[in-house]
């Protein structure tokens, strides 16, 4: 089966503490072992608040979220503990992630300490060893602070408590956004590796198309709080459907290539605390007709496997 079988909600809006953050809008997807199912859009769309909504951070207004065929969405923080082990999160920025006024060690021991009271203190250190010497992060580092370290540092910190409690799903939000550009490739590969070595399952959340395009299995397109699109990489990249998609897309500079002939996105990205009836695209989408305004497209099953949600798709005229 998945290892996410059902994130099937709309809202995720109310976090715990009644914040009310970027809505979602009945989005529905299934994450599979082993792969990499990229979220991407610009920022607002909702990616970020998928990403917490599935790692109970925030909960749904309406709608469920199911871990290896387990409800999840409406657990106390008790009951959640189980799951706080196999599912991790690393964030944008590290330095925020990364309580300043702990050491490292005491960043990556705590949890493993409080998830296995029966470890030794030399069984905790030789999992917070080993875990520090695969993220590339020697050891004899650990007595020093967060900020005693660089952003791509910091970050290999952050990968490594989540690394500590031997998990079997990450959701990283745009885990290398925030970092220079010559380390970027460095935590991404380290990430990858990570992947392989541990089999694990990533939900990737990122703006960026070139990295999802070299890093994804399967890639979902959100717009104010809505799945476009979601298709695997290769049939998202070589051949997109839904209009926003393909704007996104045209807007990467290509190689020796002007940006020229692209389908340029008009207006403004509307709130999503106030949706726009019918295809919430429609006020920048040029295939826009009278439909567009008033129905929401569903979501529906191209004969390439793709998942589309698009009336133009659908009549056949894009
Ligand atoms: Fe454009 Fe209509 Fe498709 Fe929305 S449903 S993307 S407005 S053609
Ligand atoms: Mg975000």
Known sequence: GSIIDQI????????RKKTVVKAVN??????????????????????????????????????E???????????????????????????QDPYASLNPRMTVKQILEEPVRFHNPSLTRAEIQDTVADVMLQVGVDPVWATNYPHEFSGGQRQRI????????????IAADEPIAALDVSIQAQILNLLMDAQEKRGLTYLFISHDLSVVEHISTRVAVMYLGCVCELATSKELFNNPQHPYTQALLS?????????????????????????????????????????????????RTLETGSIVACHGVEEGRI
């Open 251 to 299: 807007a990467i500079p290509k190689l020796g290539g002007s940006a020229g002939g692209h389908m340029k996105l008009s207006g403004d990205v509307p709130t999503p605390i106030n949706l726009p009836t019918g295809c919430v695209f429609h006020g920048r989408c040029q295939f826009a007709n009278e439909r567009c305004t008033k129905e929401i497209p569903k979501q």
């Open 26 to 63: 009945n989005v529905t997807l299934n994450v599979q072992p082993g792969e990499t199912l990229s979220v991407v859009g610009e920022s607002g769309c909702g990616k970020s608040t998928l990403a917490r909504t599935v790692m109970g951070l925030y909960r749904p207004n309406k709608g």
């Open 8 to 15: 099937k909600f709309t809202g995720g809006k109310i976090s």
């Open 65 to 91: 979220i199911h871990y290896r065929g387990a409800r999840i969405d409406n657990l106390s923080s008790n009951q959640m503990l189980p799951y706080r082990t196999k599912m991790q999160m690393v964030f």
């Open 158 to 169: 952050s990968i490594a408590r989540a690394l500590v409690l031997d998990p079997e799903f």
